[in-house]
């Protein structure tokens, strides 16, 4: 069983408008909701192919609820840890006329020290059956920036690997604690030319594997070697940038080689070919899986 924990998840409401203006009211054409989160974005895409996962974290609300279901509807089980706020919506208005779209995101609830001894008591029951750990994104108020690594050492203790994607102080604190592959959040960069807000490489040594996700592939590098995977120019259709349905894909795509100790070059043939197969609807063609899967170029790289 792979367990993807989400502690600050979303609901996601689309608007489809006509033309916006400031100020006045602006009736909506179509209503889509969903559930927004990392975390639940990988634990679809694995359960879309067959594996067994559960979907883990906080939520709480009536937001929190619909999260349950939709997951559920989905086919994908879930073990939240309840909380009394609620769980924050993100409002993405798009204007029909012109193309662009406006978001609002609710400040995530706060987390009592109540809560967080729930969580942490229902993570480590998850431990019991679980073949890897999944912790992804941002924490909302209440948590401690060190709740990744707390989690990352309770994994390691129960003998489960741990794939860490995350920023900031939370991806620092969790990569001290060895996790089997880090993911930093600073998706799309050069790893030659790291920008200033990228971590520095030093500072996720304890980790056994960083992997780099680029607009073609990824790159993932361990104590010894490095790795690069890539597919064909045709295969980049996002201008150089990743975007977020891509990404989720490509995480997903690691978590199956880490939890069954695949090789490096078979893990990032297979994550790469599962990003190139997600399309902007979020949903995965198998097809074009399979046919990616066979044009993955994998080179080792000099250290």
Known sequence: MIV???LNPALQVDYEAGRIAVGTANPVRRVRYRTGGRGLAVARVLQTFGHDVVAAGLAGGSAGEFIR????RAGVATEFTRISAE???????????TGTVTSFAEPAPYITTEELGRLATDYRALLAGATAIVLCGSLPDGLPPEIYGSFASYAAGAGVPVILDAAGAALLHGAARGPELVIPEAAGQDPAEPSASAPAADSLSAAGAVAVLTSDGAEVRTDGVAWRASLPSGHD?????????????LVA???PGVALDWSWPDTLRHAVALGAAWDPHGLLDIQAY??????VHVEQLPR
Not at 69 to 72: S, V
Not at 237 to 247: A, F, L, S, V
Not at 290 to 295: F, N, R, V, Y
């Open 253 to 255: 795509g690691f978590v």
């Open 237 to 249: 259709t996002d201008d150089g940038q990743i975007t977020e349905g891509r990404r989720d894909a």
């Open 290 to 295: 399979e046919t990616a899967l066979a044009e």
């Open 4 to 6: 993807t924990v989400t």
């Open 87 to 97: 769980s924050r919506r993100v409002v993405a208005i798009t204007d029909s006329a």
């Open 69 to 72: 279901n939709e997951l559920a």
